[in-house]
């Protein structure tokens, strides 16, 4: 029986690592991603997980030890933010063209500069591009299953690709919550043996990441790309099994109070949940409001975020941004909703927001705002201000 | 087996690996050269020096001990004649008939 | 939802503190949060930690603007720093102090509140023999308000500090005997 216990978010992570029975760890300490890795160093130290932990001086190499191990056919974990982040970036994009099935517990947290240790999402945006599967986490538990889960969906072999798993650095790894956390015979048999396509291997020989000359990269790349789609009805499988054997689901986008609602907000991450304590707040009032949850940021889940939000009496969509595309359209998610949603002959219309850059708390009034912005332009039939294409900043000092 | 020159996105190998070893023997480079290496036997001394430098891996000992270079994978970069401690290997001109 | 805030300096132990109340908490059943403020810690500087407790599942993960209860580990903190900041009409302050509640009403200027104050520093020295007041603090807030039971919070005392749990715990009992509360 999963036992409830008041834990550190990234002790729950490292733990969930830990159950999954990794090979091996490479890392590199970066905040507010460190917890995670601590707590494996020293499970590995004391002989409670059996594993390398591999020390590196910098997070391009961790990424490029856990590529190799991952090659080699170990099941590999690693954890990074930001900068951390930013430096693997290489290697980051040979992970998945070499389709190692790596897993990255990414604690989310701000770019420099300035200089910033807090959360936002520039750091995932920065990678969307990647060749990952890329999840979010809303709070502890989440974080926990589909750590858990991760490694069920990259490592199997209508898959094979890595997969990071996003929660918000602070906001979710510094928190103490209640957490159920499996015993590890319950979990055992969720995650089976790692079974790699090819490994590299002396005694049979192949070569991986070879040169790609122009006659072979373009195919290359389609098959990385049918690699990623091809991947989402195991994503589904999993959450399925998942389900029934532990009851907690999980849907690729998720949707709060949306049955009659004409304004929804859609956010990622832990924003989520105080977003509903905003729609619960205004529902109180009268106003029709909901929240949508896009869980499931690659690959994107196109169907479920029609059906979410097409079709039915949703008429604007204000999408949060957590990340500025400068020079751009509000955020990287505000813009990929609205073309997502273009060809839809009844759709709402959608506004971006940016919001909680930097560690920026977003109190709950701040939310409100949000779903003011959207009333705003269901009434008036625009986007507010001189300049619709301005960001628009919420929690802003003007 | 060798490799489809032009494989389609399905036919590729998974992730563009190379699953067999050694396929570049089916990659023959010998027509690169403009450059051929000829080894002098008289003086020859068998220490294997081009066999060790050569890039190509393209030099082969026979069954009296002397390093031949197979025409065929050699692109006459002439690092062996550079190398050849008893200067017995010249570079000479490729003759395409 | 009881919303705590605790004000310390870095190595006194606030962020200890708001953990163990929340795991206590949590332990008995109920929904709870603890959290540091989120920043670079350094050892003398003050700090801030928040502690959420609730029968209801907790969503809210903004950062805690009307607290409760404030526990200040560190009276040298009131001259510094807003430690009455957004403290509700009617809240609790815990503090560190040989003065007496009725004085620090007046010398915070907030009759509303119920002030419950102990010699923490007093009691950490004979008992513990260094001045780390953060378990002994907990000891005054519960005598003020049972947010927990004492005895689930003694056994993540003496998970938490294994080597000297008898001693804590001690000392954590005698702060809740010698508490005044008003």
């Known amino acids: 029986m999963a036992k409830r216990r008041g834990i550190e978010v990234s002790i729950a992570i490292a733990e969930a690592a830990r159950q999954a029975d990794v090979d091996v760890v490479s890392a590199y300490p970066i905040t507010p991603q460190t917890h995670i890795v601590e707590h494996l160093a020293q499970l590995v130290a004391d002989g409670v997980l059996d594993a390398n932990y591999i020390t590196v001086e910098s997070e391009h190499t961790a990424m490029s030890a856990c590529v190799g191990a991952s090659a080699a056919g170990a099941r590999v974990f690693t954890s990074t933010s930001s900068q951390g982040l930013a430096l693997m970036n290489e290697i980051v994009y040979l992970a998945s063209s070499l389709r190692t099935p790596v897993v990255m517990a990414l604690a989310n947290r701000s770019l420099s500069g300035p200089i910033s240790i807090w959360n936002d999402h520039s750091d995932v945006m920065n990678e969307r591009d990647t060749g990952w599967i890329s999840i979010f986490a809303n709070n502890g538990q989440e974080a926990y299953d589909l750590t858990l889960m991760a490694f069920r969906i990259g490592e199997d072999r209508r898959v094979m690709l890595p997969v990071m798993i996003n929660f918000d650095g602070f906001i979710l790894t510094h928190v103490i919550e209640p957490i159920y956390i499996f015993d590890d015979e319950e979990i055992a048999g969720f995650i089976p043996p790692f079974e790699p396509i090819y490994r590299l291997d002396p005694d049979n020989p192949v070569t991986m990441g070879p040169v790609g000359v122009p006659d072979v990269y373009t195919e290359a790349k389609k098959q990385q790309e049918v690699a990623i789609r091809e991947s989402r009805p195991v994503i589904d499988e999993v959450f399925e099994e998942f389900a029934q054997r532990y009851g907690r689901r999980y849907r690729a986008v998720e949707t709060y109070r949306t049955e009659d609602a004409e304004v929804v907000l859609l956010a990622q991450g832990s924003v989520i949940e105080a977003a509903e304590v905003a729609v619960d707040h205004l529902r109180e009032q009268g106003k029709k409001v909901g929240a949508v949850e896009l869980r499931l940021w690659r690959p994107f889940p196109f169907k479920d975020l029609k059906e979410a939000l097409c079709g039915n009496t949703i008429k604007q969509v204000v999408v949060l941004d957590r990340c500025i595309s400068f020079g751009g359209q509000a955020g990287p998610v505000m813009s990929e909703v609205r073309s997502a949603l273009y060809h839809e002959p009844k759709r709402p219309m959608v506004v971006g927001v940016v919001a909680g850059l930097g560690g920026r708390d977003i109190p709950l009034s701040d939310y409100v705002k949000m779903f003011e912005i959207g009333e705003e332009c269901l009434r008036t039939g625009k986007e507010p201000g001189e300049e619709p294409e301005l960001v628009k900043i919420v929690g802003l000092r003007e | 087996m060798k490799l489809k020159e032009k494989p389609t996105w399905r036919e590729l190998p998974f992730a563009c690996c190379i699953p067999e070893p050694g396929n570049s023997v089916y990659y023959k480079t010998g027509d690169w050269k403009t450059l051929r290496p000829v080894v002098d036997k008289e003086k020859c001394i068998k220490c294997g020096t081009c066999w060790i430098f050569c890039p190509e891996y393209a030099f082969e000992e026979d069954e009296y001990g002397y390093y031949n270079p197979n025409y065929d994978y050699c692109k006459g970069c002439g690092i062996c004649a550079t190398e050849c401690p008893a200067q017995c290997i010249k570079m000479e001109e490729e003759v395409v008939e | ?182």
């Open chain 3, 1 to 182: 939802m009881v919303e705590i805030r605790f004000h310390g300096r870095g190595g006194q132990g606030a962020v200890t503190s708001a953990e163990l109340l929340a795991q206590a908490a949590i332990e008995e059943g109920r929904y709870a949060q603890a959290f540091p403020a989120f920043g670079a810690e350094r050892r003398g500087a003050p700090v801030l930690a928040f502690t959420r407790i609730s029968d209801e599942a907790i969503k809210l993960r903004t950062g805690v603007y009307e607290p409760d209860v404030v526990l200040i580990l560190d009276t040298s903190l009131v001259q510094s720093v807003p430690v009455m900041g957004g403290l509700k009409e009617g809240g609790l302050v815990v503090l560190n102090s040989k003065k007496g509640p009725g004085v620090w009403k007046r010398e915070l200027g907030r009759e509303d509140v119920s002030v419950a104050s102990v010699d923490a520093t007093g009691i950490a020295l004979k008992e513990l023999g260094v001045p780390i007041t953060n378990v002994i603090m907990l000891g005054a807030l519960l005598k003020a308000t049972p947010l927990v039971v004492t005895e689930t919070l003694e056994g993540f005392i003496a998970q938490r500090f294994p080597r000297i749990a008898e001693k804590e715990i001690r000392a954590f009992r005698k702060a809740y005997e010698e508490a005044r509360v008003e």
